[in-house]
């Protein structure tokens, strides 16, 4: 039963989010995966429902929960209660595996994704709808949003009253006009801002010098009294919001002798026009869960005319990648072993190319499997990545719903290279194949190519994916479509295309589908 909560005195604090999820990429998953249960009411019986749906899909795991393709929800419910028995209660959730779905709501809800509370209707805003159907895409959504967000609010008892998110764009428009950056020192500094004042933020910045974070933490401790240790203030809570800044287009993290963080170019306009957009809550708002996930949600009209008026910006942007590839790969000197370390890299926490940390893994796949094709056939394709990426060519966002990966083409051919980190069965099923097959057929911009090619990615292919896409050859065959595919593990994929043989490699695959195909019917 949920207890009634002693409310502290509000004080000032750093600007923090949920660090136990690192990857704010993760809550789409999430969020996907949970859709079905809005309306509910969130009591004890849907929360364990939830939970244990989570398991079941694999966006959460535990080793002590085994999920087959034969598992079920009910299976697995005790299990779920017992690995979640020790969670303190947290949110206004009861302790246990209550607090779990708390733990990946409290960002959503501090955003504006969602409403959930204990107890009551589950809801989630129309921004969330878009992102789920594939409308607007994660850079947009996180950026409507971070443009919403208050400190205070019903999730956190701050005296801190502002928009970090707004005064921290605003701070660094600044300093570029006098064509400085924002050293990763200053960053943590201005994350302990009371009101979010620029001319006194640049003030501090003027009146001393942060070399390391150990100047930092002598600072903070100094000026506001903070107690925290300093791995925490230096390096957890900052690495969460520069996550969010990053998943939402407004920055790049360049490193010259230090971390340096600037305002990503590509998207200077579309950020002067959301800085446009104030969102002011009332004191009411600010206590009351409901009323500020409604005020968050009751612009959304400007913020979409917004988006649909920089997507054509996007759409030039994009078009640019493949110089934007030669450049990265003249620039930071990448070869064929580079890329090949690079690639067996991810997942680990070496990093071969230092500029290029800050991109997370599934993304940083993409990137670099880009510039592995740009190597192998850069003089004989145009090749166009569709993730979104900084001025520099980093990228920083995956590609909209709508699109596939990676685009190969030349006047006769289209290859479409889609890639994947997810290695759970279920979600590999789910998530990576027919959606790939959609990106193929329904692109109108390469209906007339005659020959289309698809290479699916992933560190293992499962059985039932690799029936999926052998099933699909012989159906587009059927449907009068001249299709040559293969689903790949990364390393396959990499040999092949190292050997430039990727063509033929998926021709042969696909004429063995058949041959096979044949030999069973006969």
Do not use: C
């Amino acid at each position: 039963m949920k207890k009634d909560k002693i409310k502290r005195i509000p004080t000032y604090k750093q600007m923090a989010l949920e660090t136990a999820v690192r990857n704010p990429e993760r809550y789409i998953g999430i969020l996907t995966a949970i859709k079905d249960f809005e309306g509910k009411i969130l009591n004890d019986e849907t929360l364990l429902e939830i939970v244990s749906h989570l398991y079941l899909v694999g966006e959460v795991s535990s080793e002590e929960i085994e999920i087959t393709e034969y598992t079920t929800v009910a299976d697995i419910k005790n299990k779920v209660k017992n690995v979640n028995s020790t969670r303190r209660a947290d949110g206004g959730f009861p302790q246990g595996f209550a607090s779990r779905f708390w733990t990946y709501m409290r960002t959503p809800s501090e955003l504006g994704f969602v409403y959930a509370q204990y107890n009551e209707k589950f809801q989630f805003s129309e921004i969330a709808k878009k992102l789920i159907s594939g409308t607007i895409d994660e850079q947009e959504a996180f950026s409507i949003q971070a443009m919403k967000y208050n400190r205070k609010s019903p999730f956190r008892n701050v005296s801190n009253d502002f928009n970090f998110f707004r005064f921290i764009l605003q701070a660094l428009l600044k300093l570029k006009e006098k064509g400085n950056s924002l050293s990763y020192e200053q960053f943590v500094v201005a994350m302990f801002s009371h009101d979010g004042n620029v001319n006194d933020f640049i003030k501090i910045l003027k009146a001393n010098k942060f070399n390391d974070f150990g100047d930092v933490y002598k600072f903070v401790v100094k000026n506001y009294g903070v107690n925290t240790s300093e791995n925490t203030i230096t390096k957890d809570y900052p690495d969460v919001v520069r996550r969010v800044l990053i998943i939402s287009g407004f920055v790049t993290i360049k490193y010259s002798g230090k971390k340096l963080i600037q305002l990503n170019e590509n998207k200077l306009n579309y950020i002067n026009e959301l800085l446009k957009i104030e969102i002011k809550l009332t004191a009411e708002e600010k206590t009351d869960a409901k009323k500020y996930f409604d005020k968050l949600n009751s612009d959304d009209i400007k913020f979409i005319k917004i988006i649909e008026k920089y997507r054509i910006e996007d759409k030039i942007v994009a078009d640019e990648y493949t110089n934007k590839l030669f450049s990265i790969i003249k620039d930071y000197k990448i070869d064929e072993q580079i890329i090949t370390e690079s690639i067996e890299a991810i997942g680990t926490r070496k990093n071969v190319i230092e500029e290029f940390k800050e991109i997370q893994d599934p993304l940083k796949l993409e990137f670099y499997i880009s510039i592995l094709i740009a190597l192998k056939y850069g003089q004989n394709f145009v090749i166009r990545p569709n993730y979104k990426a900084d001025h520099i060519g980093k990228p920083y966002s995956h590609a909209p719903g709508n699109k596939g990966d990676i685009e190969v083409f030349s006047k006769t051919i289209y290859w479409l290279i889609e890639v994947t980190l997810i290695r759970n069965k279920i979600q590999q099923l789910n998530h990576e194949t027919t959606s790939v097959i959609r990106h193929l057929f329904t692109n109108e911009e390469f209906k007339d190519r005659l020959d289309k090619y698809l290479s699916f990615l992933a560190p293992v292919i499962h059985d039932d994916t690799r029936e999926f896409y052998d099933i699909s050859v012989i159906k587009s065959k059927m449907n009068g479509y001249n299709v040559r595919l293969k689903p790949y593990t990364i390393n396959e994929f990499v040999t092949t295309t190292l050997q430039k043989q990727n063509i033929k490699d998926m021709t042969e695959y696909t004429e063995n589908v058949f041959i096979n195909f044949k030999n069973k019917l006969n």
